[in-house]
Each structure stands twice: as structure tokens, then as C-alpha cells.
């Protein structure tokens, strides 16, 4: 955000999108609900938000920080849709998560955790925030969520999303975010590199 009135638009811009007030959207995220309305109701300029809880924000909702709602440029390749799972990370979640992590994945070859970062997912159950289980060994069948990794062949640059599988197309599923264009599975652009099998919701 370039300054405090494009970040107060962001917020509300990302509130409205979700159909939430500004104190659902902060618990709704994992904040105080106060850290948030009373930084939006300032008109002081006094009072400052922390990339950490704008970071929480677009966690819980999908929309990255620099990005109005529904105005991502190129479709499919939205900004941090997925990312791998890191203890170490800037958002620490709580422990019972790491130990879930560990005892989930183990000593399998080939299975990762990524976090859910947006609501391509929502209609079957992965939330942002989620904790997705990827076998990268494991044969996708239709209706499967799978893991994906999209190809810009103009850029060489590669985007990690969660999608569901159905073949000969990966789909989103989301009443949040409505419909998406299907992307056919050419294993050139579109490549599927694993399926889930298995998830931690860190949040209630």
C-alpha cells in the first residue's frame, strides 16, 4: 500500500467483498477486532497498521495486499494463491500445527504441506489459511484436489495453485469468488504435481 488512504480502500474494498463488517473481517482473520476499526475510524493520520496484520488479512481473504478484489491481471495467476508450508514463517501458527504437520507427512516420500491462500477452493472445503497435504506420488482421479503448477510461457515465471481435477481441465470451486475459466491440462502451461491427501484448518 502506498499510503494510508489506499490501504483504508483495501480494507474495505476486501470487506465488502466478503460481505463482512470491518470486526468480522478482523476476527475473522485472526485479529483484534479494535486493531482494525480503529485504524479505519482515525482521520487523525496518527494511528499506523502493520504489514502483519495487513499480511492476516490477505491470509484469511485471498486478496493480495497490492490488489483490489476481482481485479487480479491475469486469471489463474493470482499473486501467492498457494505457498509451502513453513514453521519458521513470518506468520507463526500454533504448535499443535507443527506437530500435526510432522506427524502427517512423517517419514512419506513425496508428500509436502502448502497453505491455502485464497477461496478457489471454498465450495470444497479448503479456506485460506488451510494446511493442504500434497502426495506428489499419488495418481489424481476426477474430482480430486490437486495440486498445480500454472506457466506464464511468456515469462518463464510459475504460479503454485490448489484446483480440483477434471480431466481433461483443473477447475476452481468457489461461492466466494464465483466461476473461473477452466485450464486444460497440457503438462506444458498447466501440469498437475500432486493430489491431496489430507488437511489442517489452523483456525476455527
Given amino acids: 500500500m502506498n499510503t494510508p488512504r489506499a490501504t483504508k480502500d483495501w480494507i474495505k474494498a476486501v470487506?465488502?467483498?466478503?460481505?463482512?463488517?470491518?470486526s468480522e473481517l478482523a476476527v475473522k482473520?485472526?485479529?483484534?477486532?479494535?486493531?482494525?476499526?480503529?485504524?479505519?475510524?482515525?482521520?487523525?493520520?496518527?494511528l499506523t497498521i502493520t504489514d502483519r496484520t495487513l499480511d492476516a488479512i490477505a491470509v484469511f481473504?485471498?486478496?493480495?495486499?497490492?490488489?483490489?478484489?476481482?481485479?487480479?491481471?491475469v486469471p489463474g495467476l493470482g499473486e501467492g494463491e498457494a505457498m509451502p508450508y513453513d514453521a519458521q514463517g513470518p506468520e507463526k501458527l500454533p504448535d499443535w500445527v507443527e506437530a500435526a504437520v510432522k506427524a502427517a507427512v512423517g517419514t512419506r516420500n513425496g508428500v509436502a504441506a502448502w497453505i491455502a491462500k485464497n477461496w478457489a477452493l471454498d465450495m470444497l472445503g479448503v479456506i485460506p489459511g488451510d494446511v493442504v497435504l500434497i502426495d506428489q506420488n499419488k495418481r489424481p482421479k476426477p474430482g480430486d484436489i490437486v495440486c498445480v503448477q500454472l506457466r506464464d510461457l511468456a515469462t518463464g515465471s510459475t504460479e503454485t495453485v490448489l484446483r480440483r481435477y477434471?480431466?481433461?481441465?483443473?477447475t476452481t470451486h468457489s461461492a466466494k469468488s464465483g466461476p473461473s475459466r477452466p485450464e486444460?491440462?497440457?503438462d506444458m502451461r498447466v501440469s498437475v504435481v500432486g493430489v491431496e491427501?489430507?488437511?489442517?484448518?489452523?483456525?476455527?
Fill in 15 to 22: 470487506a465488502a467483498y466478503l460481505n463482512l463488517s470491518l
Fill in 184 to 186: 486444460v491440462i497440457d
Fill in 197 to 204: 491427501t489430507g488437511l489442517i484448518r489452523p483456525r476455527h
Fill in 29 to 46: 482473520s485472526g485479529l483484534s477486532p479494535s486493531t482494525v476499526t480503529r485504524y479505519m475510524n482515525d482521520n487523525s493520520g496518527k
Fill in 166 to 170: 477434471d480431466p481433461p481441465y483443473v
Fill in 61 to 73: 481473504s485471498g486478496v493480495a495486499k497490492n490488489v483490489m478484489p476481482g481485479q487480479q491481471a
